[in-house]
C-alpha cells in the first residue's frame, strides 16, 4: 500500500507532480482562507511573538486569526504584506491566487542593461521552442495525455518565468534611459 507524503511545507507545491497522488492535491485544493493563515502564523517556523513583535499586535489577535476553528475571527487585511515577507510562507497568498483563478510566481531582480533583455529574449524564445516540441509530442495521437501534462506543465511554468525575466530586465532598460 503506497504511504501518503506529508502535507508539504511549501504551499507552491506543483499540483501536477505526479510524486503527489490525487488525494493530496484535491486536499490542496479544499484548503480555505483559515487554514492557509494557519499555515503562515503556526507553522512557518517564526515564532509567534516574534511576528507579534514585528506586526505590532497582540499574541493572542494573531493565534486567533490562525485558528481555523475561529471562523468569525478576521484578520485585517493590512497585516499580510509584512505576514508574509517575516515568515516567507505564501500559503494565504496562493490560497487567494487558486481562489481567483491566477498564478503568482517571484520576479527576479535584474539589471538595465540591453545584453540582458537581449539574453532574456533568447531565453523565452528558447523556452517557448521547448513547449512547442513537448506539446507537438503529446498532441501526435489528436490529445494530451493525463501522464505527458507534468512536463508540459513544468515547460509553461518555465516559460511564464522566462517572460516575467524579460519584462522586469526591459523595464529596468527603460527606466535608465
Known amino acids: 500500500m503506497m504511504q501518503k507524503p506529508a502535507k508539504p511545507r511549501s504551499w507552491t507545491l506543483d499540483l501536477f507532480d505526479a510524486a503527489y497522488p490525487l488525494e493530496v492535491t484535491r486536499l ?6 483559515k487554514d492557509s493563515l494557519h499555515e503562515n502564523i503556526h507553522e512557518s ?32 487585511l493590512k497585516h ?9 510562507c505564501f500559503a494565504t497568498l496562493d490560497y487567494i491566487e ?3 483563478g491566477r498564478v503568482a510566481f517571484a ?38 495525455q493525463s501522464q505527458e ?6 515547460e509553461c511554468d518555465h516559460l511564464i ?8 530586465a526591459a523595464k529596468n532598460e527603460a527606466a535608465s534611459l
Open 149 to 154: 501534462w507534468p512536463s508540459i506543465a513544468l
Open 80 to 88: 499580510l504584506i509584512p505576514l508574509t515577507k517575516a515568515t516567507s
Open 107 to 144: 520576479v527576479p531582480v535584474i539589471g538595465a542593461d540591453v545584453s540582458e533583455v537581449t539574453a532574456e529574449l533568447a531565453a523565452v524564445t528558447r523556452e517557448f521552442s521547448h513547449l512547442m516540441k513537448e506539446l507537438s509530442a503529446a498532441l501526435a495521437d489528436g490529445r494530451v
Open 161 to 168: 518565468s522566462r517572460v516575467a525575466r524579460l519584462s522586469e
Open 98 to 100: 487558486r481562489a481567483l
Open 28 to 33: 490542496f485544493l479544499m484548503t480555505t482562507l
Open 45 to 76: 517556523g517564526v515564532p509567534i511573538k516574534q511576528l507579534c513583535d514585528i506586526l505590532g499586535i497582540s499574541y493572542s489577535y494573531l493565534a486567533n486569526a490562525g485558528n481555523p476553528n475561529l471562523e468569525d475571527f478576521n484578520f485585517q
